[in-house]
């Protein structure tokens, strides 16, 4: 049996959740955008990883949308600051999800 040579990649992730009791989301808040950076040998990997992180952490993730690793973003015309660009690599060192940017969601009623 021959091992495949699996090389860990950064995937940016947009992740929605919504509310759990103890999610530490603001009051008033229908749940949150999250901007992740996560390692994995492919996307899917990535995505699993950085579900089960995130429900570690009391969250309740809802949906997941990869934007695909440094590489394709670039490719695509994505610009991608420094900052971004670090913690890209801080992810891909640290083998871990990283939790970039929180955007929550409040109802338009209630503003």
């Known amino acids: 049996m021959v091992k495949k040579d699996t090389k860990q990649q950064v995937y940016t992730l947009l992740v929605q959740v919504g509310r759990k009791e103890g999610d530490g989301l603001p009051d008033g808040s229908t749940g949150a955008a999250l901007m992740c950076y996560s390692s994995g040998v492919d996307e ?3 995505v699993r990883e950085t579900v089960a992180i995130l429900k570690q952490a009391d969250l309740n993730p809802l949906d997941v949308t990869g934007y695909g690793t440094l590489d394709e973003r670039l490719a695509e015309g994505h610009d991608i600051d420094d900052d971004e ?6 992810a891909l060192e640290e083998n871990s999800v990283i939790v970039a940017q929180m955007t929550p969601f409040f109802d338009e009623n209630d503003a």
């Open 44 to 46: 899917a990997e990535a």
């Open 85 to 90: 660009q670090e913690l890209m690599q801080r």
